[in-house]
């Protein structure tokens, strides 16, 4: 037991100092080559933090590094040979792996399990690819950029022109395009986490002892929206504009593109308070307290985190990681807990996926938030399975006063919504010079007035000339000296 101890505080050594730690070991120069190759392919002027991982029996080490200084260093991690090593497709605008966390998306990717199912069970990587050259690229999902070979299974990878976490909904709603065209072939649905890590090329698969190799077809760049518009065209007009509304009744595809788009805005809009309040809660009287809403907020980062992500396990990893941002974070076994509900209500929201048949509201479901004497309860039923709230009901159960709705996305009210709108109005009234309307008539006529009075014009006759008041003509004489006063000083 001491032995394996020491070996993994080993293996910790070497992931999070890899800049430092020496290496030890010759290192296979093809084996690092591969890995150095999907490093470039996927990262390429990426600037954020990029994920290695090592998985050693149940002990999992993960570290975050810039791209120069991980490819620069990376035979230090192929030269571990008794642990799988992992990589992350996309990266992270801080060292922490979780999905509000999304700097770039470089990449889509599935993995392929195709050994799982009978009918693929015996065939060789060859052939599977072969298979999906003649059945499915080209047809079904775009030809892959490259595909990594991973001991058992393999991920294909679609590079795609680096786009930022604003489009993560569209970058989902591609991942489960493609999730529902390849699962008749082994597509895991868990692969589709944008913050997902993948099996790193030129490492070893400990399960079977293969080698883990990259296969390369073609290394430009799709652009995410060509690849929708050629796959998933029912979604233009919602992904050139979000708040678009069209008679009839939306296709399966656009109904879920819309619904991951408010549970990603959702997720993104609670991790938004919690920073705001900088780890503090909200009392019913408006004070920022240490413990309040904590059980509340981590359920709906759970809950909403499982629609998003689909994967159940990274969902709760996060919310106790989230947990964490809290001055007084709960237990984490109180954590587990208490949002285990958000389980059981995102397996009753997956009967509405992929089905375009009207739904029958469901009985009523009931959850109970305790914090020392203050208990709250929520839900009323909806047409769709799962927890949907409303804003009012989100601003009522968070204490959501309106200063902290201002970076919020989604979870706002109607003042909220009419300050943006004003807002958004104003500045598409100013010209290219940021000028309003009434601002640039004004200029104009100031000029007006001045190149009159230059040509020895009166103020009456100004006046009668431009259609305007005397007091008017005054007010911009007073301004045009004011003007050339300043001209000279500067």
């Not at 392919?41 to 991982?53: K, Q, R």
């Not at 791209?67 to 060292?95: H, M, Q, R, T």
């Not at 999906?132 to 294909?156: A, C, N, T, W």
């Not at 941002?325 to 208490?338: A, K, M, T």
Request: proline share 3%; aromatic share 10%.
């Amino acid at each position: 037991m001491l032995a394996e101890k020491i070996h993994i505080e080993g293996y910790s050594e070497i992931i999070r100092n890899l800049t430092i730690v020496p290496i030890d070991d010759v290192v296979n120069s093809s084996e690092v080559s591969q890995a150095q190759m999907q490093i470039n392919l996927l990262h390429e002027n990426d600037d954020g933090y990029i994920t290695i991982a090592l998985k050693k029996d149940n002990n999992w080490i993960q570290h975050h590094y810039k791209v120069d200084k991980l490819k620069e260093n990376i035979g230090k991690v192929i030269g571990v040979k008794d642990a799988n090593i992992y990589l992350s497709p996309n990266s992270f605008y801080k060292p922490k792996r979780r999905i509000e966390n999304i700097r770039k998306l470089n990449s889509l990717f599935i993995d392929l399990d195709y050994y799982t199912l009978e009918q693929y069970k015996g065939l060789s990587v060859e052939q599977i690819v072969w298979l999906l050259e003649k059945d499915y690229f080209k047809k079904s999902v775009p030809p892959p950029s490259f595909i990594v070979i991973s001991g058992q299974g393999i991920v294909i990878y679609w590079l795609i022109e680096p786009v930022p976490y604003m489009a993560l909904p569209l970058w989902n709603a591609v991942q489960k395009f493609f999730l529902e065209k390849l699962k008749e072939i082994g597509a895991d649905a868990k692969s589709i986490d944008a913050a997902r890590v993948s099996r790193l090329s030129g490492t070893i698969n400990q399960k079977n002892g293969q080698a883990t190799e990259i296969l390369v077809f073609n290394e430009e760049r799709y652009a995410l929206r060509d690849i929708q518009e050629n796959y998933l065209p029912e979604l233009n007009d919602y992904v050139k504009n979000p708040g678009v509304k069209k008679r009839g009744r939306k296709s399966k595809v656009v109904k879920l593109f819309n619904l991951y788009s408010l549970h990603h805005a959702r997720l993104m809009d609670v991790v938004a308070l919690q920073n705001f309040r900088k780890g503090y809660c909200r009392d019913e009287n408006g004070e920022l307290v240490e413990k309040s809403q904590r059980e509340l907020m981590c359920f709906l980062y759970r809950y909403w985190a499982c629609c998003f992500t689909n994967d159940l396990k990274k969902a709760l990893e996060d919310t106790l990681e989230f947990n964490k941002g809290f001055i007084c974070p709960l237990p984490e076994s109180e954590v587990r807990s208490q949002t285990s509900q958000a389980e059981r209500a995102y397996k009753e929201w997956l009967e509405n996926e992929f089905d375009p048949r009207p739904k029958e509201d469901i009985e009523q479901l009931k959850i109970n938030f305790e914090e020392g004497t203050v208990k709250k309860k929520n839900r009323s039923g909806y047409k769709y399975k799962g927890y949907n709230y409303k804003n009012t009901t989100l601003i009522k159960l968070l204490n959501i006063i309106e200063d902290e709705m201002r970076p919020l996305k989604t979870i706002i009210n109607t003042k909220e919504i009419k300050r943006r709108n004003n807002q958004n109005h104003k500045v598409k009234r100013r010209d290219e010079t940021g000028l309003t309307k009434r601002e640039l008539e004004k200029l104009n006529k100031i000029t007006a007035v001045k190149e009159l009075k230059d040509k020895g014009l009166s103020q009456n006759e100004i006046a009668n000339m431009l259609n305007i008041g005397i007091a008017t003509v005054k007010r911009y004489y007073k301004k045009i000296k004011e003007d050339f006063q300043k001209s000279l000083v500067s």
